[in-house]
């Protein structure tokens, strides 16, 4: 199946800042992050940005929030931010497919593309833009997700998927400011 902007929502989980600096290459995963947030922006796709335990992990950083201030944000308690109702009245209830970022992969990604995706959801995990203390626990997470449906993709598969076509002025944007 491929990724569509009429049917996707861009979901980053929990890139707060007490956790970001201790993802294994959090700057990395921290600007794949942004560059799909921008990506998402300028398709029109909605963005909804989940914080877990705010007061103890922080508010998410200040370079993803900067970059959805339209965003739908979510506090969480749980690991996974479809228990308990967590996504209700946001654009992931009401859109088809999940296009998910953030950390940890191994925890709340995790757990949150599973139910998603036992929810009826087509999920798609951006590779990226997802991270763990333990790189060994990312790519473990990234395994499981495999076998149950989930799609592990690149920003750009992401991207491109969403554009469908070149020559449009959207592709002209895109590719001028983002692809490179």
């Known amino acids: ?19 970001a600096p201790h993802i294994h290459d959090h700057r990395q995963v921290l600007a794949n992050c942004i ?3 921008q990506v998402a922006e300028r398709a029109g796709v909605p963005v909804v940005v ?16 900067a970059v959805t201030a339209s965003a739908r944000y979510v ?33 709340c990604v995790l757990q949150t593309a599973l139910e998603l995706r036992w929810a009826g959801k087509e999920v798609f995990v951006a590779a ?11 790519d473990l997470a990234f395994t499981r997700m495999r076998g149950h449906g989930i799609e592990i993709v690149s920003r750009e598969m992401v991207a491109f998927e969403w554009l469908q076509r070149g020559g449009t002025e959207l592709f002209r944007q895109i590719n001028r400011d983002f692809i490179r």
């Open 1 to 19: 199946m491929l990724m569509n902007r009429d049917k996707s929502v861009l979901l980053i989980i929990d890139v707060q800042t007490r956790l």
């Open 35 to 37: 560059w799909l947030a």
């Open 50 to 65: 989940t914080e877990h335990f705010p007061e103890k992990l922080g508010a998410t950083v200040d370079e993803v929030r």
């Open 75 to 107: 506090g969480k308690r749980c690991f996974s931010a479809q228990a308990e109702g967590g996504l209700a009245d946001t654009a992931v209830e009401a859109r088809r497919q999940v296009i998910v970022c953030g950390t940890e992969a191994h925890v």
């Open 128 to 138: 990226e833009a997802s991270g763990s203390r333990d790189p060994a626990a990312r």
